[in-house]
């Protein structure tokens, strides 16, 4: 069945650090790819998607790539913020039934300042 | 725009005893969802409704649990016993229509806590 995988947490990063987020998937044919993100005491929003292979999703200076050839889609961002520090995560949506959204575990990043 | 209502935001209760959640959608959204997430783990899909029909209800414990959209807009989640395991947060989301690519806009979620 279709699944996502993405790296333990926590993370914990200094304000203006690299920020990677690893997302690997398993699906049949070609999903949608997503990250959402949780701040503290509040839902689940969209951060990014992706419905291709080569597509780049961008938001709030988040990016990931769809990349097929190694079922991936890792959120980076270039300098994080104190702001940045909530729980994220991967998703995918794939063809066919219901086409319902199925979830990593989620990786909670702190930033200190 | 008004998001995803839900309530309540927390509940406790007894194993054995019975819960209702109640999710209002944006408004002119066709599709809801309810999924549960335990703590330290992603959302599961429950149950999907397109208008006021199930799409999806695979991963619905139907033995205890029972989800309904009157009318095509609100929707009521209930769990008939609790069992200690149904400790989670209840997520409600809706998306103008059903498909892959569409966004799912998510609720604020019910903490439910079973002892």
């Known amino acids: 069945g279709n699944s996502v995988t993405q790296m333990e947490g926590p993370v914990t990063l200094s304000e203006e650090a690299f920020l990677t987020i690893n997302c690997t998937y398993t699906?049949?044919?070609?999903?949608?790819l997503f990250w959402y993100v949780q701040y503290p005491g509040e839902g689940l929003q969209l951060l990014l998607k992706?419905?291709?292979?080569?597509d780049k999703g961008s938001n709030k200076g988040f990016e990931a790539t769809y990349r097929k050839e190694t079922t991936s889609f890792h959120l980076e961002k270039g300098s994080v913020q104190v702001s940045d520090s909530a729980v994220y995560f991967c998703?995918?949506?794939?063809?066919?039934?219901?086409?319902?959204?199925?979830f990593g575990k989620g990786t909670k990043l702190t930033v200190n300042p | 725009e008004a998001g995803v209502a839900q309530s309540p935001r927390y509940k406790i209760i007894e194993k054995r005893q019975s819960v209702a959640f109640w999710c209002n959608p944006i408004?002119?959204?066709?599709?809801l969802y309810w999924y549960q997430q335990i703590l330290g783990q992603g959302p599961k899909l429950l149950i999907q409704?397109?208008?006021?029909?199930?799409?999806?209800d695979s991963q619905l414990p139907k033995d205890r649990f029972s989800a309904e959209r009157l009318k095509g807009v609100d929707s009521t989640l209930k769990i008939q016993p609790a069992k200690l395991e149904d400790s989670a947060v209840y997520l409600c989301?809706?998306?103008?229509?059903?498909?892959?690519?569409?966004?799912?806009?998510f609720g604020p979620g019910t903490r439910l806590t079973v002892l």
């Open positions: 989301a809706s998306s103008l229509t059903a498909g892959r690519h569409n966004e799912q806009f």
């Open positions: 699906a049949t044919g070609y999903p949608s």
């Open positions: 992706a419905t291709k292979a080569d």
């Open positions: 998703a995918l949506s794939s063809q066919g039934g219901s086409e319902k959204l199925v």
């Open positions: 408004s002119g959204h066709a599709t």
């Open positions: 409704f397109q208008n006021n029909g199930v799409v999806d």
